[in-house]
Nanobody
Framework: QVQLAESGGGLVQAGGSLRLSCATSARTSRRYSVGWFRQAPGKEREFVAAISWNGGNTWFADSVKGRFTISRDNAKNTVYLEMNSLKPVDTAVYYC?????????????????????WGQGTQVTVSS
């Protein structure tokens, strides 16, 4: 079982930056990858980024590549999503999720149903 809690969302102007945090607590010794997803009103939840258990591998959706970075500090049990050059289309509720089926060192999942545990989400609003 993995508990996740996002924080760091808010309102920012276009071109600005935000850093989201995902605090994790796991009752498992399994190594797992963590993904960030987002869901805008009226749209399906979509993949944003993922990171392997050791932080050595990262993946990004094409829409955020070059603007977002993902990292993790396992000593602090926290995964971060650094978002730069934000656009109004980035407005959404952002979720972090744990994938216990993949440690992320050789492959990763990008579909929401493939992730096992989810946080409650944090709202990011980018004004034009």
């Amino acid at each position: 079982q993995v508990q996740l809690a996002e924080s760091g969302g808010g309102l920012v102007q276009a071109g600005g930056s935000l850093r989201l945090s995902c605090a994790t607590s796991a009752r498992t010794s399994r190594r797992y990858s963590v993904g960030w997803f987002r869901q805008a009103p009226g749209k399906e939840r979509e993949f944003v980024a993922a990171i392997s258990w050791n932080g050595g591998n990262t993946w990004f959706a094409d829409s955020v590549k070059g603007r977002f970075t993902i990292s993790r500090d396992n000593a602090k049990n926290t995964v971060y999503l650094e978002m730069n050059s934000l656009k109004p289309v980035d407005t959404a509720v952002y979720y972090c999720a744990a994938d216990l089926s993949s440690d992320g060192t050789s492959w990763y999942n990008h579909e929401p149903y493939e992730y096992d545990w989810w946080g409650q989400g944090t709202q990011v609003t980018v004004s034009s």
